[in-house]
T-cell receptor, first 112, second 114 residues
Framework: EAQVTQNPRYLITVTGKKLTVTCSQNMNHEYMSWYRQDPGLGLRQIYYSMNVEVTDKGDVPEGYKVSRKEKRNFPLILESPSPNQTSLYFC???????????FGQGTRLTVV | AQSVTQLGSHVSVSEGALVLLRCNYSSSVPPYLFWYVQYPNQGLQLLLKYTSAATLVKGINGFEAEFKKSETSFHLTKPSAHMSDAAEYFCAVSEHNQGGKLIFGQGTELSVKP
């Protein structure tokens, strides 16, 4: 079954404690991205990757890092989380053309 | 710059009534357009997509959308709402030279009354 798998689904952490949210896809897609979803703002892109070892900033990259060492994996790293990073995060993978995205189930992060 | 506007953050309809969710976009060239649905505690699922073929696009669960270039719109409709349609709906746009990046609207929460 084609899918994007994110872990964990729920995470509560404290300010400043580094965390990683994992993302893996089994569709051999080249393009992967991370979005955050906030009420009234829809989804906004944090980072994206066009291929292995190729990553770039999206619209809201501050406070986040990513890596793409393998085609299937695209972890999101928060080195020093802050409360304004409390949000619902989605990983997505897609073909480039057309850019039909497949989404993971989401990770609800709370930073206290 | 591209943008997407969804008119109405909340829409409520009665079961069996027409569903109309509005989406307008701004783009310098005809884009790819998408509607996604998000059920509670789940990820986003593709409902339908426009990729410059037929302007009337049919999707899953009886939904369809019409691309109107002159109005820069891509409104989502369903003739008869079902209780199971209650969810949040997102319109998204991507230009042909933007790789896989999607720009999302703010979302519209659809409620269906019995």
């Amino acid at each position: 079954e084609a899918q994007v798998t994110q872990n964990p689904r729920y995470l509560i952490t404290v300010t400043g404690k580094k965390l990683t949210v994992t993302c893996s896809q089994n569709m051999n897609h080249e393009y992967m991205s991370w979005y955050r979803q906030d009420p009234g703002l829809g989804l906004r892109q944090i980072y994206y990757s066009m291929n292995v070892e190729v990553t770039d900033k999206g619209d809201v990259p501050e406070g986040y890092k990513v890596s793409r060492k393998e085609k299937r994996n695209f972890p999101l790293i928060l080195e020093s989380p802050s409360p304004n990073q409390t949000s619902l995060y989605f990983c997505a993978s897609s073909l480039v053309f057309p850019p039909e995205a497949f989404f993971g189930q989401g990770t609800r992060l709370t930073v206290v | 710059a591209q943008s997407v506007t969804q008119l109405g953050s909340h829409v409520s309809v009665s079961e069996g009534a027409l569903v109309l969710l509005r989406c307008n976009y701004s783009s310098s060239v005809p884009p790819y357009l998408f509607w996604y649905v998000q059920y509670p505690n789940q990820g986003l699922q593709l409902l339908l997509k426009y990729t410059s073929a037929a302007t009337l696009v049919k999707g899953i669960n009886g939904f369809e959308a019409e691309f109107k270039k002159s109005e820069t719109s891509f409104h989502l409709t369903k003739p008869s709402a079902h209780m199971s349609d209650a969810a949040e709906y997102f319109c998204a746009v991507s230009e042909h030279n933007q790789g896989g990046k999607l720009i999302f609207g703010q979302g519209t929460e659809l409620s269906v009354k019995p």
